[in-house]
């Protein structure tokens, strides 16, 4: 694109958010804040065991409770089974045959208030025949293992296999191979809202739905297919998110629950999750097993590698053979790997279901980058150097098959050494401190079929108002303000004079959602096309009334006139106006989708163009370790990612500081998930670790700009591989400044304490003092 | 216990009477009986800070605070914090730096921010995020939260961002 980037007017620039003064004043309505007339409230019956056939519900005496207008059972549905893909169809939204969780949905409840719909939750009496369950991936597998699923034997519930070049053959002419075996388990989204959905319906059999979610439309399909209603009769509405981080992906049991309470009860109906509900019930971040076998040359260069992923899947697929790639997906686009094998192993267990999460797969990205360091350790090699060789550069192609346009990822390794002193602090400070690097890729959109693309649309009132039509949702990351700068840009208006209809099924069009990070590639580029339809046909009415070619006008400030000479120009309301006089009135429509392959599946055909564009990111933290009581205190971290193009810089800045506490603060320092049973032991607030203002360190965030050719002004995805680059850099800091590798995440004071008594000291202070191990070959 | 008690409370300045159960918390009296929706349940169990009120122009968590013991105190909700002049600085400052994500803990974190203000106008940066060390916020990393609420101390040198 060869336009001139200083002439924009609200594009790349830092400019407050549009939601923000709904928000600042406590207006914003989330779901649970609303209320409507004769409004009922739902609550949810769960399963107190992990694995227990359903021998009987008698709902007599609850459905006798004064006050309960309705109590629904399994009976009540039509059995259907939820599934991400045709072949991962395993769960119902209410269970009619047996539980495989604690926590899964059993029967639910509307009555007039909280207290009467409690009680008649304690009145429904359950029979169940407790089965046998398991809880660990070695459990799920093993001959004689109970089945979560009777279909899928061992509980393997999903498995990719990818092998590209010679793998074997490149292992055996390495110079070092090194085995390690990374773990980490669940972890958590604690977005700041837990779930709430509100279902009211109407005379004429539709449904309005208010619900937390990535994308309205992806919600309103499955809906209404549980429902068995047409899609036009299920309006998913728009409502603001109170955060998403991957775990408001897929249609909830709620959102079919509350939904069929208000068509049965003719009312609305209010389901409000506790904490630990959402904890509990929506999704988690999955646990898994690593294993990395890689070779190396003598200067570091990457020969082979091959990687075995078992992730603990809990009791349904939720988005698994997504889940499944994911980790392995962000690595080969991160480091180029010519010869590479991978075997992902999703397994079901007794537990809750896992998705897709912000740094989802810590323990295979972690184990990468910190393998990488103990491979340059043992051959003398200096870690960033062995990053640079090995990092991709923009025109290659992944060993999936997918070009790699755009990237900046050398830049960002660059930028990240010298602002955090890399180079000069590593293996040079003090005792007990120490510094790490991380990098990583995420994708920009998947091959999402028939709801990959996004659609927008724009209108004007007589007045020059503008509105802009489209699905695009904000969880929280600024999707709206990334639609209204867009649009003002090219119509020339103020982007607080941009009116915004989105997010509402009833109102706009196909959107794939914010899911897969494609918001911005897919449906910027949708507004940004509309946007220029519309000003295509101003122009034309314009340029007949000021006798002028239509390709010299431009709009800015309200006004669209010649190019060069403001006062040969029309209000943009005059035009407006005109246009709707002539007969001609504006309408502008947009649409966009991401080029990809469409014959790549995640397991059947993992081949192909995945993703349109990726961002690149990379990440130094320096961390200082108490060495009595293995507390971590991070002193400095420098977060680089090349977005492509920041549409607003606060807001992309914002993204990567809010990636680094959640990815490598909380991710790499205290979040996990301890079970006993089948049962989380720290679901709530009090007991699952998230960071807090006290614990951050400082941050330097520092966008890097590659222009993307086929994004919204150059826009790629932001923010996202900083989470995971920030894990990668906390884990090997740690270690630099331990001596030791741990590699059971996350980094918890009593595992590092007891690496520092037990164990000498392996990870080396400095390159080039390590010891050659002799699988090193002499 | 009674069933219900009248309660005379006093929120953004505006005497009420509420007739509740005792049982009720000032979270949901103030979310169900007066429809002020700005304070959020996070948790339930003051550990997250998303319902935090001022009472007695001190931060409180109306989650853990019975709305009878809140009775004669003065409540400042965030829907009581603009005025016909507008926004309140913490508000504007939010808004311009960038501070506001999900919004989600907005009103919580606004409030403690007024608070810290209020008796410290010139806090460090250690106090700032003390003062806001029991909110949770799970999208911004507070970095942007702790620059707007620095931006308004009043020993801030100029042009220094």
């Known amino acids: ?778 | 216990m009674p069933d219900a008690v009248v309660l005379d409370l006093v929120v953004n300045g505006e005497s009420i009477q509420v007739l509740a159960p005792p049982h009720l918390t000032l979270l949901e009296v103030l979310r169900e009986k007066l429809e002020l929706t700005g304070a959020k349940e996070g948790c339930g169990e003051g550990a997250c800070g998303s319902c935090t009120v001022l009472m007695d122009g001190r931060p409180i968590r109306s989650c853990l605070t019975l709305a009878v013991e809140a009775a004669g105190h003065p409540i400042t909700t965030i829907e009581g914090l603009a005025t016909e002049e507008g926004l309140h600085p913490v508000q504007e400052a939010f808004i311009q730096h960038g501070a506001i994500q999900c919004g989600f803990c907005t009103p919580g974190m606004i409030l403690s921010a007024k608070a810290l203000m209020d008796r410290n106008p010139q806090p460090a940066e250690a106090d700032i995020r003390e003062a806001i060390g029991a909110n949770i916020c799970r999208c911004t990393g507070y970095a942007k939260i702790v620059e707007a609420i620095s931006s308004l101390s009043s020993n801030r040198e100029d042009g220094h961002e």
């Open chain 1, 1 to 778: 694109m060869s336009e001139d980037r200083t002439q924009y007017k609200y594009i790349g620039r830092s400019l407050p958010r549009v939601d923000s003064r709904a928000k600042a004043t406590g207006q914003a309505r989330f779901s649970a804040d609303l209320s409507f007339p004769r409004m009922l409230v739902g609550k949810v019956l769960r399963s107190p065991y992990p694995h227990a056939r359903i021998l009987n519900i008698d709902v007599t005496r609850a459905k006798a409770l004064p006050g309960v207008k309705a109590v629904i059972t399994g009976q009540d549905t039509h059995g259907e089974k939820w599934g991400v893909f045709p072949y991962t169809r395993d769960m119902q939204m209410l269970q009619t045959e047996k539980v495989r969780y604690v926590g899964d949905e059993v029967a639910a409840v509307a009555a007039v208030d909280e207290d009467t719909a409690l009680e008649a939750l304690g009145l429904i009496r359950v029979d169940y025949d407790i089965l046998p369950a398991v809880f660990t991936i070695d459990e799920a597998l093993a001959d004689d293992a109970p089945l979560v699923h009777e279909d899928h034997p061992r509980n393997r519930n999903v498995e990719v296999n990818i092998d590209v070049g010679e793998v074997d053959v490149a292992l055996l002419g390495a110079y070092l191979v090194r085995t390690d075996t990374f773990t980490a388990p669940e972890d958590d989204y604690f977005m700041a809202e837990p779930y709430a959905v509100c279902a009211r319906p109407d005379a004429d059999g539709n449904i309005e739905v208010w619900c937390p979610n990535a994308g309205p439309h992806m919600k309103a399909k499955p809906l209404a297919n549980v429902l068995k209603l047409p899609m036009s009769r299920v309006r998913v509405r728009k409502i603001a998110i109170g955060g998403a981080f991957g775990g408001r992906s897929e249609i909830s049991p709620a959102d079919f629950l509350c939904s069929l309470l208000a068509l049965k009860t003719g009312r609305p109906v209010k389901i409000v999750y506790t904490r630990e509900e959402n904890t509990i019930t929506v999704r988690q971040g999955h646990g898994m097993v690593v294993t990395h076998t890689t070779g190396m040359d003598r200067e570091g260069r990457v020969a082979a590698r091959s990687s075995t992923a078992h992730l603990d899947g809990g009791a349904y697929s939720s988005t698994g053979p997504i889940a499944v790639s994911v980790p392995f997906l962000c690595m080969e686009q991160t480091y180029r790997l010519e010869n590479v094998r991978f075997h992902g192993v999703r397994v079901y267990t007794n537990k809750p279901v896992r998705g897709m999460i912000r740094i989802h797969g810590r323990a295979y990205a972690c184990g990468v980058d910190m393998q990488l360091d103990m491979m340059a350790a043992d051959l003398g090699l200096d870690p960033v150097d062995v990053r640079l060789k090995n990092a991709r550069r923009p025109g290659e192609t992944t060993a999936t098959k997918s070009l790699v346009g755009s990237c900046g990822l050398v830049e960002c390794i660059e930028k990240v050494v010298e602002k955090s002193g890399f180079r000069e602090k590593y293996g040079r400070l003090p005792k007990w401190r120490g510094i790490g690097l991380g990098l990583n890729s995420v994708q920009t959109g998947f091959p999402l079929g028939i709801r990959g693309g996004s659609q927008a649309m724009i209108k004007f009132n007589e007045d020059g108002g503008v509105s802009v039509i489209s699905g695009v949702v904000d969880n929280g990351q600024g999707n709206d303000q990334m639609i209204v700068q867009i649009a003002a840009e090219v119509l020339g208006v103020p982007p607080n004079e941009v009116d915004l209809i989105t997010a509402d099924t009833e109102v706009t069009a196909n959107d794939p959602g914010s899911y897969s990070m494609v918001s911005t590639f897919a449906g910027g580029n949708a507004v940004r096309l509309a946007a220029e339809d519309a000003r295509r046909q101003l122009f034309e009415v314009a340029a007949d009334q000021l006798e002028a070619n239509p390709a010299d006008l431009v709009a800015r400030d309200r006004k669209i006139f010649v190019k060069g000479s403001p006062q040969r120009g029309l209000a943009l309301a005059k035009v407006v106006r005109l246009a709707l006089i002539q007969g001609r009135p504006v309408m502008g429509q947009g649409s966009y989708s991401p080029r990809v392959d469409h014959g790549r599946e995640w397991v059947s055909n993992p081949e192909g163009q995945l993703s349109e564009a990726f961002s690149f990111g990379a990440t130094a933290a320096e961390v200082e370790v108490d060495p009595e009581t293995g507390q971590v205190k991070v002193l400095n971290v420098v977060a680089a990612q090349d977005c492509g193009y920041a549409l607003n810089p606060m807001v992309v800045e914002g993204q990567f500081e809010g990636s680094v506490a959640m990815g490598g603060q909380g991710g790499m320092l205290t979040e996990f998930h301890a079970w006993a049973g089948g049962h989380c032991l720290n679901p709530t607030q009090l007991d699952y670790q998230v960071p807090l203002a006290v614990d951050m360190p400082p941050i330097t965030p520092i966008i890097v700009e590659t222009i993307d050719p086929n994004g919204p002004y150059g826009a790629k995805e932001a923010g996202m591989s900083v989470a995971m680059s920030a894990a990668q850099a906390y884990a090997c800091a740690v270690a630099n400044a331990i001596g030791h590798y741990i590699k059971d995440f996350p980094l918890t004071p009593d595992k590092i304490v007891e690496a520092i008594r037990t164990r000498a000291p392996r990870a080396p202070r400095e390159f080039g003092s390590g010891n050659l191990f002799d699988h090193v070959k002499k």
